[in-house]
C-alpha cells in the first residue's frame, strides 16, 4: 500500500518491517528490523521489531541470500568507521563500512531509533 494512513489502520497502528539492503559491490546483504508505531500526530520508529514472526522471516531470507552465495554482514562489522573515506554524504572519518556498500543516508545506530519521531502532518 502507498497510503500510510490506510496501511496504519488495516494493521492497527503498528508496523513492523524487516529491511533487506544488498550490496552492489560485494555479495553481502544486511537485516534491518524497524518497528513503527502510529499515534494521532506521530509515527515513532524503533529498531527493534516486536512480531513473533521476525526470526522465522529473518531465517528465510538468509537462507535464501546464503543459497545465491551472499554473506550477511553484522551491525558490529556495518558500524565499523572507515578512517580515510568519504560519502556523499558522510564527512571523511564519518562512514561506515554501511554507509559504503549499502546506502549513507539510512542510520543503523541504535541510539537513533530510540529517539525517532517524525509528524505525520
Known amino acids: 500500500?502507498?497510503?500510510?494512513?490506510?496501511?496504519?489502520?488495516r494493521l492497527a497502528g503498528t508496523v513492523d518491517e524487516l529491511i533487506v539492503f544488498v550490496s552492489?559491490?560485494?555479495?553481502?546483504?544486511?537485516?534491518?528490523?524497524?518497528?513503527?508505531?502510529?499515534?494521532?500526530?506521530?509515527?515513532?520508529?524503533?529498531?527493534?521489531a516486536t512480531s513473533d514472526k521476525t526470526e522465522e522471516v529473518k531465517n528465510a531470507v538468509r537462507k535464501t541470500f546464503h543459497a545465491f552465495g551472499y554473506q550477511e554482514i553484522t551491525y558490529q562489522e556495518a558500524s565499523r568507521i572507515i578512517p580515510a573515506v568519504c560519502t556523499e554524504l558522510k564527512n571523511?572519518?564519518?562512514?561506515?563500512?554501511?554507509?559504503?556498500?549499502?546506502?549513507?543516508?539510512?542510520?543503523?545506530?541504535?541510539d537513533f531509533y530510540k529517539k525517532v519521531k517524525r509528524r505525520i502532518k
Not at 560485494?26 to 494521532?40: D, G, I
Request: aromatic share 16%; charged share 15%; glycine share 4%.
Open 1 to 9: 500500500m502507498d497510503d500510510d494512513q490506510a496501511l496504519f489502520q
Open 92 to 110: 571523511t572519518g564519518q562512514a561506515s563500512v554501511f554507509d559504503c556498500l549499502f546506502e549513507d543516508g539510512v542510520t543503523i545506530c541504535p
Open 24 to 48: 552492489p559491490l560485494l555479495p553481502v546483504f544486511y537485516l534491518l528490523e524497524q518497528h513503527t508505531c502510529q499515534t494521532a500526530e506521530w509515527y515513532i520508529f524503533t529498531n527493534q
